[in-house]
């Protein structure tokens, strides 16, 4: 069974439902600053979510009037069993990172999907690795995040 899926309303669907999770998640992952004079650190963060939440629903506004047509992509039904398993194991890594390392969960996921996925080039696995390492690096000795 093949299925023809607009990615770019999909893609667009995606970001103002990012945006808006971003949204209500920043005052649980950024503390205000007491200073009323200062901008503080959530201005930013928020700018950020709310532009991509505006250019999401222009870009819906364009497909729904026609103005602009987007890409669609032919989707066959073994291509769905990919999505799911996808999803398992972001799901999975979602609930590993809760006794283990963020950074090492999502790593782990990764590596378990390409297994699944049968993919024979090394690189792809060297890529998953070498990512997660600049991430874990770049949060824990640039940024400080403390995990």
């Known amino acids: 069974m093949k299925k023809a899926v ?7 669907v995606l970001f103002l439902i990012i945006s808006t ?6 005052p649980y ?3 205000d600053v007491s200073a009323a004079t200062d901008i503080g650190p959530r201005a930013f ?9 505006l ?5 819906l506004i364009l497909l729904f009037t026609g103005v602009q047509k987007g890409k ?11 999505v799911l398993l996808a999803m398992l194991l972001s799901a999975a890594a979602v609930i590993a990172a809760l006794y283990i390392n963020i950074v090492l969960a999502a790593v782990i996921c990764g590596l378990l999907f390409l297994l699944v996925l049968r993919e024979k080039d090394w690189r792809y696995y ?3 690795l070498t990512a997660g390492i600049a991430l874990y690096l770049l949060l824990r000795f640039v940024m400080r995040v403390r995990f």
């Open 6 to 12: 607009n990615t770019t309303a999909v893609a667009a």
């Open 21 to 26: 999770v971003l949204w209500f998640a920043i």
């Open 29 to 31: 992952c950024i503390e």
């Open 45 to 53: 963060p928020k700018a950020l979510c709310v532009a991509m939440a």
């Open 55 to 59: 250019l999401s629903i222009l870009q």
């Open 72 to 82: 669609t992509v032919t989707i066959r039904f073994s291509d769905y069993t990919r």
């Open 126 to 128: 060297t890529a998953v």
